[in-house]
């Protein structure tokens, strides 16, 4: 799902889209000229390995996301909050939503027995 930049409103627009089973909505809204905030929340479930026995497992997801999408080059030095540059004049949801997953999927999850050894 796509959102060209032109179009979010101050007043925020609802997106919802997913990937795999995973589900990701919220608001955008814009903020200033080149800049878009993005709040939403990412639910569903990840398929990941056990960090410790390598086995696949489920892990349950029902995260809150908060971030800026930026029309082209971000610039400031403000290193606060997460941002997402875009260089098609367009928001893409997909994007940040499997970026997001990537980063889910990077962390180190442990299955239930190993987690209880
Ligand atoms: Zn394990």
Do not use: W
């Amino acid at each position: 799902m796509k959102i060209v930049f032109k179009k979010v409103p101050i007043t925020g627009v609802d997106f919802k889209t997913s990937f795999e089973d995973i589900k990701f909505y919220g608001i955008l809204e814009k903020k200033s000229r080149n800049l878009v905030q993005c709040i939403g929340k990412l639910e569903g479930t990840l398929s990941c390995d056990c960090a410790r026995c390598g086995d696949e497992m489920s892990l349950h997801i029902d995260e809150k996301i908060a971030l800026l999408a930026s029309d082209g080059l971000y610039e400031s030095s403000e290193e606060l909050v997460e941002v997402i540059e875009f260089f098609d004049e367009t928001v893409d949801l997909d994007t940040i939503l499997q970026s997001e997953v990537e980063t889910l999927k990077s962390d180190y999850h442990y299955c239930t027995t190993c987690s209880e050894n």
